[in-house]
Structure formats: structure tokens, C-alpha cells
């Protein structure tokens, strides 16, 4: 709360080890709810989801990481909104400098999934071939498939709560078919789901 407000410490050996909470928790009710909205209607309209799960609110100082993992049973998306000013200006000189290194979202490529499949025996492999990694700059709506790997990269750095990397983050879930405009529900539900039944024969042949 803003009256007292405290950071939950995570840490598994291997695993993870960052500060978190739940976003509702730190943002004013006003606040909180008008990220919500604007998250449920780009879900809704982008990505065809009708919901959200609870939001985290987590900070990365220095040592802080999250070991590869994937996230299956949450949602079809996984999303994460930075806030992270990777470069302030400093008190002394008014130059911009960076708090920290690492922090990005990294994310194994889809390829390697299929490794053999794409396989060329001509060609290495370097960390950049096999990772897409993300850097947290501020305002960045990350969206992604929870199912394939991922990780955040060591953060270097700061220890400094305020200088971390601070981003939210959560899943889109329930996909639903969505429409808007001037048409009634009763008026597009004869032909859309005329449209589902042939789109469902075809995912069987």
C-alpha cells in the first residue's frame, strides 16, 4: 500500500531470484484499473482474448535474473510492460548514463524448437542465433508465446530498487471470438459460426 509498501523477495537457486508484487497492491485503484482496461481491450481486439490474470509488478537489481522456463497453463500470451528508464541523466554532470546491464527478455527462437528440421551443417550457431532478446525500454509492451522458452538476462549493476529493472507483467487469457461495430450479437452469430465450422473442417483435414 502507499502507506506501507513492501517488495517480496523470489528466489529459487537456478531458477530466479528478483522482487515482485502484485501490481494492485502499488497503484492507486484509479490507476490500477485504467492499465487494466487498456490492456483487456488491446487483448480483446489484437489477440482475442476476453481476459487478464493479475498483474506483477517486479524489480531486477543487481544479481537478479529468471533461469529459462515456459509457461504453459496461463494463457496463450504472455505480455510484459516496461517501465525501466534504462538511461537518466545524472545529478552531477546532467549526462545520461545506465544503472545497469542485462534485464533484457530473452526468448529461444522458434527454430530451435525445430532444430533438426532447419539444421545447416554449413553453418554455427552463436548466442544471438538461438535467443531473442528484448531490452526493457520504457513504455515497450513485450507480447509473446508463453510456451516457448524464456528467460530475463542477469541484471548487472544497480542495487537501488528505483534504478532496477521495473516492468509488469502477466498472460492475456480466455481466447473468445471478438467483433465490434454496429451489428447485434444475434445478427453475426448465424454467419460466424457458419465461418468457425468451415474454419474447424479444415484444421482436420
Request: proline share 7%; net charge negative.
Amino acid at each position: 500500500s502507499s502507506e506501507r509498501f513492501v517488495w517480496d523477495y523470489w528466489h529459487v537457486p537456478e531458477q530466479y531470484s528478483l522482487l515482485r508484487t502484485p501490481a494492485k497492491r502499488y497503484f492507486n485503484a484509479k490507476a490500477y484499473e485504467k492499465l487494466e482496461d487498456a490492456l483487456l481491450t488491446y487483448g480483446q481486439k489484437r489477440l482475442g482474448c476476453s481476459a487478464i490474470t493479475p498483474i506483477w509488478l517486479s524489480c531486477y537489481i543487481d544479481g537478479c535474473y529468471q533461469g529459462m522456463h515456459a509457461d504453459n497453463p496461463h494463457g496463450p500470451w504472455a505480455f510484459v510492460l516496461s517501465l525501466t528508464d534504462l538511461e537518466e541523466e545524472s545529478e552531477g554532470d546532467g549526462k545520461k548514463h545506465k544503472h545497469f546491464t542485462g534485464g533484457e527478455t530473452t526468448i529461444l527462437k522458434p527454430h530451435i524448437l525445430e532444430y533438426w528440421r532447419t539444421f545447416n551443417a554449413s553453418k554455427g550457431a552463436e548466442k544471438s542465433d538461438i535467443l531473442e532478446k528484448v531490452p526493457p525500454h520504457f513504455n515497450q509492451l513485450t507480447v509473446f508465446d508463453p510456451r516457448f522458452p524464456h528467460g530475463v538476462s542477469t541484471v548487472h549493476g544497480t542495487r537501488d530498487p528505483r534504478h532496477g529493472r521495473l516492468v509488469l507483467h502477466g498472460w492475456f487469457a480466455d481466447p473468445t471470438p471478438f467483433f465490434d461495430g454496429a451489428l447485434l450479437d444475434d445478427e453475426i452469430e448465424g454467419p460466424l459460426n457458419a465461418c468457425l465450422e468451415d474454419i474447424g473442417r479444415d484444421l482436420q483435414t
